[in-house]
């Protein structure tokens, strides 16, 4: 009879190679190409069992490094998402985890498009979800966008001129902003006066 030892010890060698191959890829940013990120958004094992869609327009590597990096504040957005009556929650804010993931909760009338300005933020991920009515919310990137004012640390944000591409925000599909999106929100859809909005800010990762 010949010895399992080796047999175990190539087996268990195989697990840890493979363990440790995953761990790399999911914490290595250049290991998130546009084919391995897509497959892991299509795979949803970031939605912590929330139903709601993310938006196809997203940046899916930049979502999937981001998402990894910082597992824990995402996983707690998400089941935000999954255990609340999005529609009917009141208006305010929340804090989720202190310093890193915060809500506010708004219910307003949208504007037309020249009320409203492109901006980006640094320190924050934007992740905006209507719950009730609609908006138009356009994105381009900040290297193609046009800055207009500076920086403010204090306020997180930045504003542009651009010209973007716009979609339309409805219950269903969460849009979300890294810090080079530059976005431009509450934008009005013809014959909707007011929509219900969860925006939910995560800390990014360097």
Same mark, same amino acid.
């Given at each position: 009879?010949?010895?399992?030892?080796?047999?175990?010890?190539?087996?268990?060698?195989?697990?840890?190679?493979? !363990?440790?191959?995953? #761990?790399?890829?999911? &914490?290595?940013?250049?290991?998130?190409?546009? =084919?391995? %990120? /897509?497959?892991?958004?299509?795979?949803?094992?970031?939605?912590?069992?929330?139903?709601?869609?993310?938006?196809?327009?997203?940046?899916?590597?930049?979502?999937?490094?981001?998402?990894?990096?910082?597992?824990?504040?995402?996983?707690?957005?998400?089941?935000?998402?999954?255990?609340?009556?999005?529609?009917?929650?009141?208006?305010?804010?929340?804090?989720?985890?202190?310093?890193?993931?915060?809500?506010?909760?708004?219910?307003?009338?949208?504007?037309?498009?020249?009320? !409203?300005?492109?901006? #980006?933020?640094?320190? &924050?991920?934007?992740?905006?979800?209507?719950? =009730?009515? %609609? /908006?138009?919310?356009?994105?381009?990137?900040?290297?193609?966008?046009?800055?207009?004012?500076?920086?403010?640390?204090?306020?997180?944000?930045?504003?542009?001129?651009?010209?973007?591409?716009?979609?339309?925000?409805?219950?269903?599909?969460?849009?979300?902003?890294?810090?080079?999106?530059?976005?431009?929100?509450?934008?009005?859809?013809?014959?909707?006066?007011?929509?219900?909005?969860?925006?939910?800010?995560?800390?990014?990762?360097?």
């Amino acid at each position: 009879m010949k010895p399992l030892f080796p047999k175990i010890t190539l087996a268990l060698l195989a697990v840890f190679t493979t !363990t440790f191959s995953a #761990s790399a890829q999911l &914490n290595s940013a250049q290991k998130w190409t546009k =084919a391995n %990120a /897509e497959v892991w958004f299509k795979s949803r094992v970031w939605a912590n069992g929330m139903k709601l869609n993310v938006s196809e327009t997203v940046d899916k590597q930049e979502f999937a490094r981001q998402y990894t990096a910082n597992k824990p504040y995402w996983d707690k957005a998400f089941a935000y998402f999954r255990d609340t009556d999005l529609p009917n929650v009141q208006v305010g804010k929340q804090v989720l985890d202190s310093g890193h993931v915060s809500v506010a909760i708004t219910e307003n009338p949208t504007k037309p498009l020249e009320e !409203t300005n492109w901006e #980006s933020h640094v320190k &924050n991920i934007d992740v905006q979800y209507v719950a =009730a009515g %609609a /908006e138009k919310m356009g994105e381009v990137k900040v290297p193609d966008a046009k800055l207009i004012e500076r920086y403010n640390p204090a306020k997180d944000v930045a504003h542009y001129e651009a010209e973007g591409k716009f979609y339309e925000a409805r219950p269903g599909t969460i849009f979300i902003f890294f810090p080079n999106d530059a976005h431009r929100v509450n934008v009005k859809v013809d014959g909707i006066e007011k929509d219900k909005k969860i925006v939910i800010k995560i800390s990014a990762a360097p």
